[in-house]
């Protein structure tokens, strides 16, 4: 460990004694003592999703501007694309600033763009790795400090919002000791071992070069079936446990026998697990006809270098191009839908 990084644990525990806060305590210990059942990282692989740099904005630094959740670049492109073009469309009343959106529209329409500028703004597609802690019981589940909905609902599925949109990319943030240490070993990190292709090793280890200093984004929550003796994970990133929780328990009780046309036999055994599951309250773990199932605690990391978050490494793989994904909107806001 360097002097530099000894002396910022140090001060992160220095602050910890001072802030005489049990709530981050008790936080910190949770973190110990997930390193310590959970002692390993798992790579569940790279995310994109888009950054903004605003000149004019109060403590100007890169922030969020979509989730870092896609599977692909390009996923995240669209995004960006979609954003300019409604702000374009309901957000500007001036033709000049909607003929200066409109052109960083066209040119994400036409060519895999990975940063483009408009009034002033500087908008990046990001890269960022998504992992999670793993020992001898498997993936982690969530923390007993890991924040809850109160009076989360199971019908409603209103989702809580990302907690990405609006994130600062400040390496100089961290939580705590342990979480700053998470952060010094995550520097090193990269893609090592023959699963991996050489050009993605080798994209990785000038990664780490470039791109030195790490960001953690905040937590996100899944679901993972145990296939022999690892752990796959499936669907999307939940911003609390209860919200994951609720897709495991809507897979069991609704959604995967329409998907894959159960018998009723079948549909009766899902359904009756997934009563059984949601009976229990806050169970992280469901099992049915030989299937085991996890709500898991997954986290993410941004490199970033001299000029901010990492894009997209060239090894980074696109299924489909930029095209235009809305109607021709016109400089005087008028929408021709026959283009």
Request: aromatic share 8%; charged share 30%.
């Amino acid at each position: 460990m360097t002097d530099d990084w000894k002396r910022r644990l140090d001060a992160l525990h220095a602050e910890l004694v001072l802030r005489d806060d049990p709530v981050a305590w008790v936080t910190e210990a949770d973190a110990v003592e997930a390193s310590r059942r959970y002692p390993h990282i798992a790579l569940r692989g790279p995310v994109f999703g888009v950054a903004a740099l605003d000149p004019a904005a109060e403590g100007p630094c890169w922030r969020l501007l979509k989730p870092v959740v896609d599977g692909m670049p390009q996923q995240a492109r669209d995004g960006l694309n979609s954003h300019l073009w409604f702000q374009a469309k309901d957000g500007a009343g001036d033709p000049a600033v909607r003929r200066e959106l409109l052109s960083a529209v066209a040119l994400l329409e036409r060519a895999p763009a990975d940063e483009v500028e408009a009034l002033g703004v500087r908008y990046r597609v990001v890269r960022g790795d998504e992992f999670a802690r793993t020992g001898d019981e498997g993936l982690e589940p969530p923390r007993p400090t890991d924040p809850e909905v109160p009076g989360a609902s199971w019908e409603d599925p209103g989702a809580a919002p990302s907690p990405d949109v609006g994130f600062a990319l400040d390496p100089g943030r961290d939580e705590g000791p342990m979480a700053g240490a998470l952060r010094l070993g995550l520097r090193d990190f990269t893609y090592t071992g023959a699963r991996f292709p050489a050009d993605v090793r080798e994209d990785s280890a000038r990664a780490a070069l470039t791109h030195p200093d790490v960001v953690r984004l905040p937590v996100g929550f899944s679901v993972a079936e145990l296939e022999g003796t690892d752990w796959t994970p499936f669907g999307s990133l939940a911003a609390t446990p209860h919200e994951a929780r609720r897709a495991l328990y809507e897979g069991m009780a609704r959604v995967w026998a329409m998907l894959y046309r159960f018998d009723e036999r079948k549909k009766a055994l899902y359904a009756r697990a997934a009563e059984a599951f949601r009976a229990a309250g806050r169970a992280d773990e469901a099992s049915v006809e030989g299937r085991r199932f996890r709500v898991c605690r997954v986290e993410r990391m941004i490199r970033l270098g001299p000029d901010g978050p990492e894009p997209p490494r060239p090894s980074d793989v696109d299924e489909y191009g930029p095209m235009k994904l809305h109607p021709t909107l016109c400089e005087d806001g008028t929408v021709r839908f026959n283009d």
